[in-house]
């Protein structure tokens, strides 16, 4: 090896037989594999591996482990990683990283390596592979315990020993503690491989259900302060032992060692000067590259190019507090040790419950600019005076105005020492994750089609090829206009307005949501669950129904038809089918659990088409043989095209309507068998102009949430008797006031097409807002909006403007239904 600080002494995790390469900061190195990149690098001989994020002092390596406050590196090889610890990030050949100055940046490229999750339980879970966690998964192995033991190092401290139910997993870190004892854990599995094969999972996020969980966390060794103690070159003691142990690297030649509690060994580092009891460390002096070259004890000048310091043992706690844990002040460990209350069966062993010693004393407040309290924030001795001096007394407060203890470490090296300074008898919260997780992870699979599975209509085909421009609808690739060659969006949306107006034309509603619903208490359910009454509902007939939230405020909308004495089916708007589903099983099963009703979603079983127009019935009479009596709102139960099929006379435009469902695998042979018999397809768009013209609402574009039935011109919907789901808070002085925002028709004096979302005010200039448009389009009644507006229920015929960034248009309030007011269109 061409690094200068390799020594023949330990090397426990490393196999000298064989070496890597990698570079760090455009430098090429060697290394062996085991070596993480802190120990290489300090092989090397390189001391400045990052900066202060704020002050840009040189930083070097000043732990061996994960409490590690300075050296962050950036990974740029493979798919690349942000703020990765040099002392975790194990050196494979071609690693790329360089240096960090406290802040990460993102690799711009998306991360395409794999991810996964999985689910264990068992009895114990054993955190920790140390000594006492290694001792207590034995123990529990042996009582035939299904034992799960999670070490963050790359094997544990001892061997185990063969047992059937015994689960170790290594380079696993377990970094949150949640509820009825559910532990995650992040398990390494390729990042220290080089070329590992695509289909192994780059890291996995465990969430393990154990009956007991032993923490065998061990101890934090805990810094020293005095001034200038940030340099390169100064490091925590027995980290530097851990170094000369496990990598056969000295983190220095000369050595000042100064330990409030057991001084640990050091082979082949001359010890130069030790720090008795009653001396301190008033200075450090560094060369021009920032790095350690004497310490100043009192005036005693000791050159020297490492600083081993240790100031005691912190138990490493912090699993502990997520569970509820309480901790004490502890005068004989000099520590904060546990104190009960943790939640679940949870049980601390080892140098987690304390390492006896006392506790180094804060210096004066001299030099306290140079006193750093947390490395990774940049945050000093002085920062935590000026906090108090304003009168600050609380750590969490404290900690809010300095920073302390919130940087990727979560206050490891500093969170007890700044307790202590304050006075306080606990450390500030620590929550999960315990060290950061990458949001890949986290998403694991779910990214891309299988977090957003795009969901396509039996006759999705049909319309690619005939030339359809597709818009997302929830999950959903529907339809939005076909066009014809050389025409625009607007042209053919009025082609195909002008077919369902004047003649026939369909629509792929597949989309729609479809609950199936069936029990002796059906009838009962629907009259609490919309505003209106369907348990009076005929067999064979349907009823347009509203569902409001607990707030009065409208949810969703549909159509509920009864296909028998306790058999219903509903519909909901595309978007909001889960949400209703959702809904309905949680009043069922919290707050309804008597009613003998059994709910299921058949939005995938039944292809839709929805035939429009005033030839719709005599085209759908060459597929069907329909009753002679065919009323409005009623349900036909039959074939058409010799598909089995239910059809709804419903309509959504206007016009004379028929939904025709039928079993999902037929949907592409209805719809061809309906365009083929001379029905013009159209689009979502073509749909909104139809459906907007008669002033019918779209739920999450007529309604935002403060939107009632009343407000939407729907009390027409509302039950006068009965508990429905959101009655009461109707009856509130806000919900029933006058001047509440209404339903109103807008039309452009420009004849312009208004923009959705433009606010409406009463005169150009007003910063009043008085309502906006919610849709907007031009159709076969020439250019309208439809809007919500404050008192605009009774002032038709008034002046409002439409105000955007770029322009303001007076519009005219009207009725928002602009075609066939009167409905004779509806049956021909």
């Known amino acids: 090896m061409t690094g200068s600080l390799r020594t023949a002494r330990g090397g426990s995790r490393i196999d000298r037989s064989r070496r890597v390469t990698f570079t760090f900061d455009g430098v090429p190195y060697e290394a062996h594999p085991g070596d993480t990149l802190a120990s290489a690098l300090l092989a090397h001989g390189v001391r400045v591996v990052a900066r202060g994020p704020y002050s840009g002092r040189p930083r070097g390596v000043y732990s061996c482990g994960a409490e590690e406050p300075n050296a962050f590196v950036q990974v740029e090889s493979g798919p690349g990683e942000p703020m990765v610890r040099a002392t975790r990030l194990e050196v494979h050949e071609g690693l790329r990283a360089v240096p960090l100055a406290g802040r990460g940046r993102l690799a711009g490229r998306p991360d395409t390596s794999r991810y996964d999750r999985t689910y264990a339980h068992c009895d114990v879970l054993v955190v920790g592979g140390g000594r006492s966690g290694v001792a207590a998964a034995r123990a529990a192995a042996e009582a035939g315990a299904r034992v799960i033991l999670a070490d963050d190092q790359p094997r544990p401290a001892a061997e185990i020993?063969?047992?059937?139910?015994?689960?170790?997993?290594?380079?696993?870190?377990?970094?949150?503690?949640?509820?009825?004892?559910?532990?995650?854990?992040v398990e390494r599995r390729t990042d220290h491989l080089a070329g590992a094969p695509a289909h192994?999972?780059?890291?996995?996020?465990?969430?393990?259900?154990?009956?007991?969980?032993?923490?065998?966390?061990?101890?934090?060794?805990?810094?020293?302060?005095?001034?200038?103690?940030?340099?390169?070159?100064?490091?925590?003691?027995?980290?530097?032992?851990?170094?000369?142990?496990?990598?056969?690297?000295?983190?220095?030649?000369?050595?000042?060692?100064?330990?409030?509690?057991?001084?640990?060994?050091?082979?082949?580092?001359?010890?130069?000067?030790?720090?008795?009891?009653?001396?301190?460390?008033t200075g450090t002096e560094a060369g021009d590259d920032g790095v350690l070259t004497a310490v100043l004890v009192g005036g005693e000048r000791v050159p020297c190019d490492l600083l081993a310091v240790s100031g005691g043992w912190n138990p490493n706690l912090h699993l502990y507090g997520q569970a509820g844990g309480r901790t004490r002040w502890?005068?004989?460990?000099?520590?904060?040790?546990?104190?009960?209350?943790?939640?679940?069966?949870?049980?601390v062993v080892g140098r987690a419950r304390g390492v006896p010693g006392a506790f180094t004393e804060p210096p004066p407040p001299q030099d306290s600019a140079r006193i750093y309290v947390d490395f990774q924030r940049?945050?000093?001795?002085?920062?935590?005076?000026?906090?108090?001096?304003?009168?600050?007394?609380?750590?969490?407060?404290?900690?809010?105005?300095?920073?302390?203890?919130?940087?990727?470490?979560?206050?490891?090296?500093?969170?007890?020492?700044?307790?202590?300074?304050?006075?306080?008898?606990?450390?500030?919260?620590?929550?999960?994750?315990?060290?950061?997780?990458?949001f890949a992870l986290l998403a694991g699979r779910d990214r891309g089609a299988l977090l957003a599975p795009v969901r396509r209509t039996p006759m999705h085909t049909w319309h690619e090829e005939h030339g359809a421009l597709f818009e997302n609808v929830g999950d959903w690739k529907r339809p939005w206009y076909y066009p014809r060659p050389g025409e625009s969006m607007e042209d053919a949306v009025l082609r195909e307005c002008r077919a369902a107006r004047e003649d026939a034309a369909a629509l792929d509603a597949s989309t729609l949501g479809k609950i199936d619903v069936q029990g002796p208490d059906a009838g009962e359910f629907l009259d609490r669950f919309y505003t209106g009454r369907f348990s009076t509902l005929r067999t064979g007939r349907c009823r347009y129904g509203v569902m409001c939230g607990t707030d009065g405020m409208i949810f969703d909308d549909g159509v509920v038809a009864r296909l028998g004495s306790d058999h219903f089916h509903l519909t909901t708007t595309t978007g909001n089918a889960g949400a209703v589903l959702d809904r309905i099983e949680e009043w069922l099963q919290t707050e309804w659990p008597g009613l003998r009703v059994r709910c299921t979603s058949v939005t995938d079983q039944w292809a839709t088409v929805a035939l429009v127009g005033p030839r719709s019935r005599d085209l759908l009479g060459t597929l069907a043989d329909l009753p002679a009596r065919f009323p409005f709102m009623g349900v036909h139960t039959g074939r058409v095209a010799g598909l089995p099929a239910r059809v709804f006379r419903i309509s959504y435009s206007g016009e004379p309507a028929y939904e025709i469902n039928v079993p999902s695998w037929h949907g592409l042979t209805l719809w061809e068998a309906v365009v083929n018999a001379g029905a013009t397809p159209y689009g979502t768009e073509t749909m909104h102009v139809l459906r907007a013209e008669k002033g019918y609402i779209v739920v999450g574009q007529e309604t935002d949430g403060t939107v009632t039935p009343a407000d939407a011109g729907l009390s027409w919907t509302l039950a006068a008797d009965g508990d429905w789901i959101g009655r009461r808070s109707l009856r509130r002085p806000d919900t029933a006031r006058p001047g509440r925002k209404r339903l109103v028709g807008l039309r452009p004096l420009d004849d312009v097409v208004l923009t959705e979302g433009a606010q409406l005010v009463d005169a150009p200039g007003a910063t009043a807002m008085r309502g906006h448009v919610t849709s907007a389009y031009r159709g076969t009644v020439g250019s309208f909006a439809l809007g919500l507006l404050a008192g605009g229920a009774t002032r038709t015929g008034e002046r409002v403007y439409a105000v955007t960034a770029d322009r303001t248009v007076p519009v005219e309030v009207t009725d928002p239904v602009f075609y066939d007011k009167e409905g004779s269109r509806r049956d021909g």
């Open 378 to 438: 940049d945050a000093t001795l002085a920062d935590v005076w000026r906090a108090t001096g304003a009168g600050l007394t609380s750590g969490e407060h404290v900690k809010r105005f300095t920073t302390i203890g919130t940087a990727a470490d979560q206050g490891r090296t500093s969170a007890v020492i700044t307790a202590r300074l304050l006075g306080e008898e606990s450390v500030t919260t620590q929550r999960p994750p315990v060290e950061p997780i990458t």
């Open 161 to 185: 020993g063969p047992f059937r139910e015994l689960t170790v997993l290594r380079r696993t870190t377990v970094t949150g503690y949640y509820d009825h004892d559910l532990l995650t854990a």
């Open 200 to 281: 192994m999972a780059r890291q996995r996020l465990w969430h393990i259900r154990a009956g007991r969980t032993v923490l065998a966390t061990g101890a934090l060794e805990r810094p020293v302060l005095f001034p200038g103690n940030d340099r390169p070159g100064i490091m925590l003691a027995h980290a530097a032992a851990a170094y000369i142990e496990r990598y056969g690297v000295l983190p220095g030649r000369r050595a000042v060692v100064f330990s409030t509690h057991e001084e640990p060994e050091l082979p082949g580092v001359e010890i130069v000067r030790r720090i008795r009891a009653g001396e301190t460390v």
């Open 330 to 347: 502890s005068a004989e460990h000099g520590g904060f040790v546990p104190d009960g209350g943790a939640r679940g069966d949870l049980s």
